[in-house]
């Protein structure tokens, strides 16, 4: 397996609902699909939302996964196909957004509020939402301005390396 696969493993930012909210499926995909996973319907056509229930330590659906998985390519791994990136810088970048990610998730617990969303990626779209309209009352809004810069920088990261923002 070359490099360029290994990166998908460790990280799992395209199926845990860091990078993405959801997937898509085609028409001709939903008998197959059906059978493996909660598939929600949509004008012929079907969607599930992330994080998937199939990602655990790797996809285990992997030989029959949707389409819009098997295609989507992140701008990491695009790098490291185009060996303009190297196997280790990668992991280094993985992990960096791992932390963040756990920082973010520490700094949401402390919140006299709760999110509803699932997905790490909709969740703080719902968060930036919820600060921006001022519908959250904090006795302590300085957490929420550093929870922001915290969403801000992440959101940079993943623009930056992965080509995928979250807002």
């Not at 397996?1 to 395209?14: R, T």
């Not at 790797?58 to 701008?75: E, N």
């Not at 959250?136 to 810069?149: F, G």
């Amino acid at each position: 397996m070359s490099d360029a696969l290994n990166i998908c493993l460790p990280c799992g930012f395209c199926c845990d609902g860091t990078l993405i909210g959801y997937v898509q499926l085609d028409r001709e995909e939903l008998p197959v699909l059906r059978e493996l996973m909660e598939i929600e319907d949509s004008n012929d056509n079907g969607f599930f939302l992330q994080p998937c229930k199939n990602s655990c330590d790797g996809c285990t659906i992997y030989s029959q996964r949707p389409k819009q998985c098997a295609s989507f390519k992140c701008g990491l791994l695009k790098s490291v196909e185009q060996k303009e990136l190297n196997f280790d810088s990668a992991i280094e970048i993985i992990n960096l957004v791992k932390q963040k990610k756990i920082a973010i998730e520490k700094k949401l617990d402390l919140l006299p509020f709760e999110l509803q969303s699932q997905s790490f990626h909709f969740k703080m779209a719902e968060l930036k939402k919820v600060i921006r309209e001022n519908k959250a009352e904090s006795s302590s809004p300085q957490n929420h301005l550093e929870l922001i810069s915290d969403l801000e920088q992440l959101d940079v990261l993943l623009s930056q390396k992965f080509g995928v923002s979250l807002y």
